[in-house]
């Protein structure tokens, strides 16, 4: 098992930054690729970026394309999440997940933080 812990949320104007946190702890952290999804009120969990065990594969959903970053130290077991040119729609829940080796699916979750921005 790995747990994650995740960090970094807040209240932020249109068009400004933020960088979310995700410390693990548990199991070997490098074992695991590593996600962000997102959940804004009424509407379903949007993947947001993943990024492979080493670090060298990112991927991205397309409505953070170009404006959001993932990365990852596995020395310190942590994944980021660098948010720029922030939208009102970006505004929901902002959840760490972790994705064991030979899983298709992410299987160990955060508690999420609230990542609001405002117009």
């Known amino acids: 098992q790995v747990q994650l812990v995740e960090s970094g949320g807040g209240l932020v104007q249109a068009g400004g930054s933020l960088r979310l946190s995700c410390a693990a702890s548990g199991r070997t952290f490098s074992n695991y690729a590593m996600g962000w999804f997102r959940q804004a009120p009424g509407k379903e969990r949007e993947f947001v970026a993943r990024?492979?065990?080493?670090?060298?594969?990112?991927y991205y959903g397309d409505s953070v394309k170009g404006r959001f970053t993932i990365s990852r130290d596995n020395a310190k077991n942590t994944v980021y999440l660098q948010m720029n040119s922030l939208k009102p729609e970006d505004t929901a829940i902002y959840y760490c997940?972790?994705?064991?080796?030979?899983?298709?699916?992410?299987?160990?979750w955060g508690q999420g933080t609230q990542v609001t921005v405002s117009s």
């Open positions: 997940a972790a994705r064991s080796l030979m899983k298709t699916v992410f299987d160990h």
């Open positions: 990024i492979s065990p080493s670090g060298v594969n990112t």
